[in-house]
């Protein structure tokens, strides 16, 4: 079993969708990442966060510590945030990834 | 955003070959990290550094792995015998733990032949 799950790992979207990546874990965690990593292959950090709720401009990450899920939200999509979107989960110094959430937007 | 930069960007190398990853941090960052990612799997962590010294590595970072910080400034990935499997791109990354935030540099491509 996967100790990072991301669903789905596929996604489309017009353009001004609502998006949502969810991420489960079944390890204890310190911190969780979510990450962009575009065609190219550079990765972004986009959120780090232990507890509750962050935004950044379009992107809202929350976080569940009981539950040991988090999500991702996009609000008003658009085509350049077309890339691949990963959960890691930080377990005391190491990083544990899921597998990526493939986002594509379309015009 | 502070950037991280890796050189080489692409290393092309033969087995069995020694290979040096550089990457140079963010100045008052502390906290480094190696990942790999072979294509078209996921991203996997390799090491944890911090002061010096190794804080955490997997299973992965075996003897024919090593870090160091030689000069104070950069950041090496060290690969003692390389392997076809080795063939990956391996990024490395800063945390700053006071903004809880996390750079990644841009990662450099390794192919073994």
């Known amino acids: 079993k996967n100790e990072v799950e991301q669903s789905p790992q596929n996604l489309t979207a017009q353009e001004g969708e609502f998006i949502t990546i969810n991420c489960s874990y079944s390890v204890g965690i310190s911190a969780l990442h979510w990450l962009q990593q575009h065609p190219g292959g550079g990765i972004v950090s986009l959120f780090m966060?232990?507890?509750g709720k962050k935004k950044h401009g379009r992107l809202i990450a929350t976080i569940n510590i009981q539950e040991k899920h988090s999500s991702l939200h996009i609000t008003a999509s658009h085509p350049r945030d077309s890339a691949v979107y990963i959960c890691a989960v930080k377990d005391t110094d190491k990083l544990i990834f899921g597998t990526g959430t493939r986002l594509q937007v379309f015009p | 955003e502070p950037e991280v930069t890796q050189t080489p960007s692409h290393q092309v190398t033969q087995m069995g070959q020694e290979v040096i990853l550089r990457c140079v941090p963010i100045s008052n960052h502390l906290y480094f990290y190696w990942y790999r990612q072979i294509l078209g799997q996921k991203v996997e962590f390799l090491v944890s550094f911090y002061n010096n010294e190794i804080s955490e590595k997997s299973e992965i970072f075996d003897d024919q792995f090593s870090v160091e910080r030689p000069d104070g400034s950069n950041f090496t990935l060290k690969i003692r015998s390389t392997k076809l499997e080795d063939s990956a791109m391996y990024f490395c990354a800063m945390e700053d733990r006071e903004a809880y935030e996390q750079y990644f540099g841009p990662g450099t491509r390794l192919t073994v032949t």
């Open positions: 966060l232990s507890s």
